[in-house]
């Protein structure tokens, strides 16, 4: 408001530097005055310009604080109950709801200061002209301000059919060949004609009110200044200049009707798609706080297939009064089983007894006890199985992931070695759900893949880890639907190794900009935020590249002892396999799963990658009084731990030196030109 006073004052000048150029100076033949009036309106149009541009800096300001709540709000929507408009409310609505805001404000802000500014002006110049311009100014304004609510509510009609209308033939035309296959054909064009008719209407009946607009601005804009010109002999013989005159007809035509013109379309058309917009944005009434457990059984049994292992759930029968209890068998609330999870907040991979809740009506009689045989408890299903798994880039491509069948028990160590390009973090990405197999299942505690029950049980920390700007301590606990007490928090990063970068940022309440810290420094955070997940399963693709060896082996220590918990890591050094117990070698459709030594003996490519890796330390032992061995050197960057070995000494070796490039390619001391196949000894 403050930065539009300036463009009150640029339409203040317009109109009455031109008066007073034309009375005081053309018309009263002193030209250098009237060029000094002419000079002041451009100054003041200058002035006003520098305002309007503060005002755009103050608008944004205004509006992406808007803009920031409603993708948090469309976000939390889409994530939490599985949305599916989330994406079309995060591309399109939200950005049409910022836009139109940001419009509404400019146009109603410019309307009010310019309508003060040239009103103000009128008055200076002569108060007769307020009596020729304000009444049908005002009678305009009054007119439209009782049209936009009708004017609102056909537009919304009509972006309410028109989305029917292209969702019914989303449906219809991707499925014309069964239509015609099952004589629908009458049907689908009765349902298809009405949408169109509505749709038909909502137009008519949106152009009928859109004739309102044209009489607003006819009435408001342009009849004041049919009535300057109409009523100029009047005006003239009453003390009304000819100066003031033209300054007033300046006023209406490049002020108030432009100003006008902009409200009514602002207002008429951005005002109701933002009504629109943030009706369909708007929480449709707050939700209970649930369990993250509950909201995501809640999700999946809306919308994952049937499970042939599980029984259908029972139902009430018709007819069943819904007060009295029931005695078919009924699952346990789910918020009882989030009730009893462990101390870490890790969901339990097996279901496991869960206490049911006191019948609700009158009491019954009491029934004869009987003694149930024992039943020998179920074995927990395995942490991750793969069956036949199969994936591939598109139909031509070669399968990038073939028949992998595997199966990893809770509480197990998986490294997942093998070179560049080969389908490691693809891996990942299928058995976090987000990549659909060609073939082949996925089941994560039993729960099959993609689901919202195994997306509870999964976390994924890739390579590039997301910080966002807010305290510290709301990042390590984004995952976790409950509060996180305080020890637990500092004991999940004293594990990780988090608790040096804490306490030099200030503690869990310091804020955070992403952009200040290192990658390293990242990945510490997002595999603190990992650990403190109720996830049992902990998939880091590559999350510990940017940590040297020694913070590495302790993050990854720290997930293996987590209760319950499993760990997959897709190895950034080699290191990472001797540490697992559990291996699978990835080359292409050749894949060797098993314990390390198993692995060793099997797989020649992970005897090249593992080198002297055992046996290293022993060589440089004895080597080493000698000062010819040395213990083999970490991969400096490579990601599948084919980077320069630091010297030769490894178990085996014939003095080759392993240089970036397809596993079995050597160099020779010496002669650098010439290469041949890596020995195999070791």
């Known amino acids: 408001m403050g930065w539009s006073v300036l463009e009150t004052g640029q339409t203040f000048l317009l109109g009455y530097a031109l ?16 060029l000094r009036w002419l000079a002041v309106a451009g100054l003041g149009v200058l002035v006003g310009a520098y305002g309007t541009g503060r005002v755009y800096g103050a608008v ?37 709801a910022r836009d139109s805001f940001a419009g509404l404000v400019m146009v109603s802000r410019s309307f009010v200061f310019t309508s003060a500014g040239a ?10 002209l307020l009596l020729v311009v304000v009444p049908p100014l005002a009678a305009g304004v009054g007119l439209f301000a009782v049209t936009l609510r009708p004017l ?56 009928h009110w859109g004739v309102a607009r044209v009489a607003c601005l006819a009435l408001g804009g342009h009849l004041p200044l049919v009535l300057l010109l109409a009523g100029a002999p009047w005006l003239l013989d009453h003390g009304v200049t000819p100066g003031a005159l033209v300054g ?117 009689r009491p029934a004869p006890q009987v003694v149930p045989p024992v039943a020998s408890p179920s074995p927990a299903p ?42 490691k973090s693809t891996l990942t990405g299928l058995v976090a759900g987000l990549l659909e197999p060609v073939r082949g299942e996925i089941r994560i505690c039993g729960r099959p893949v993609p689901s919202g029950d195994a997306a509870a049980r999964r976390v994924l920390i890739p390579q590039e880890a997301y910080v966002f700007s807010d305290t510290l301590g709301a990042n390590l606990t984004h995952l976790r639907p409950d509060p996180v007490p305080e020890e637990e928090l500092l004991a999940a990063a004293e594990a990780i190794g988090l608790t040096p970068l804490l306490e030099a940022l200030g503690g869990p309440a310091a804020r955070v900009d992403p952009a200040a810290l290192s990658a390293g420094e990242r990945q510490l955070i997002a595999l603190t935020r990992a650990y403190l997940s109720p996830a049992p399963l902990a998939l880091l693709d590559e999350a510990t590249s940017h940590l040297d ?58 005897r090249d990658l593992v080198g002297g890796w055992e046996a290293g330390g022993a060589v440089a032992e004895e080597e080493g009084k000698a000062g010819g061995g040395s213990k083999p050197a970490l991969p400096l960057g490579d990601t599948d731990g084919v980077d320069p070995v630091a010297g030769a000494g490894l178990a085996g070796d014939r003095r080759h030196v392993v240089a970036h490039g397809p596993v079995g390619q050597v160099q020779v001391p010496g002669d650098l030109r010439d290469g041949g196949a890596l020995g195999s000894e070791g």
Do not use: K, N
Not at 390 to 401: I, L
């Open 60 to 96: 944004a300001a205004l509006v992406e604080p808007l803009r920031d709540r409603l993708v948090t709000r469309v976000v939390r929507r889409g994530v939490r109950e599985a949305d599916g408009g989330a994406l079309s409310g995060l591309t399109q609505q939200v950005e049409i």
């Open 152 to 207: 609102a509510r056909r537009q919304e009609a009509f972006l309410a059919a028109d989305e029917a209308l292209a969702g019914h033939l989303g449906v219809v035309c991707p499925g014309l060949r069964d239509v015609t296959a099952a004589g629908a054909e009458d049907r689908i064009a009765l349902d298809t004609g009405a949408l169109v008719d509505t749709e038909l209407h909502a137009a008519r009946a949106l152009a």
């Open 382 to 423: 395995p942490a991750l199985s793969l069956t036949s798994l199969t994936f591939a880039y598109g139909p031509a491509s070669a399968p990038v992931v073939d028949g992998l069948t595997l199966t990893l028990p809770v509480g197990a160590q998986l490294a997942v070695v093998g070179p560049s390009g080969v389908g």
């Open 119 to 128: 009103l103000v002006g009128l008055c200076a110049l002569a108060p007769q």
């Open 549 to 606: 060896q020694e913070a590495e082996a302790r993050a990854e220590r720290a997930f293996a002892a987590r209760p319950g918990g499993t760990l997959v890591v897709v190895a950034h050094r080699i290191s990472s396999a001797g540490r697992a117990g559990r291996v699978l070698v990835m080359d292409g459709p050749r894949t060797t799963y098993g314990t390390h030594d198993e692995v060793v003996r099997r797989s020649p490519l992970y």
């Open 248 to 364: 007033a007809l300046a006023y209406v035509s490049q002020s108030l009707l432009p100003a006008l013109t902009a409200l009514v379309h602002g207002l008429g058309t951005s005002g109701s798609r933002l009504t629109v917009v943030l009706r369909r944005l708007a929480p449709r009434g707050e939700a209970p706080v649930l369990p993250a457990d509950h909201e995501d059984r809640t999700a999946t049994r809306r919308h994952r297939p049937p499970d042939p292992d599980r029984p259908p759930a029972a139902r009430r029968p018709a007819g069943i009064d819904p007060t009295l209890p029931w005695s078919r068998p009924r699952e346990a609330p789910d918020h009882s089983y989030a009730d009893h999870r462990p101390r870490t907040g890790h969901t339990p991979c097996t279901d496991g007894p869960r206490p049911s809740a006191a019948p609700q009506g009158p009491p019954r």
């Open 19 to 34: 008066a007073r150029a034309l009375d005081d100076g053309f018309l009263a033949g002193r030209a250098e005055a009237g």
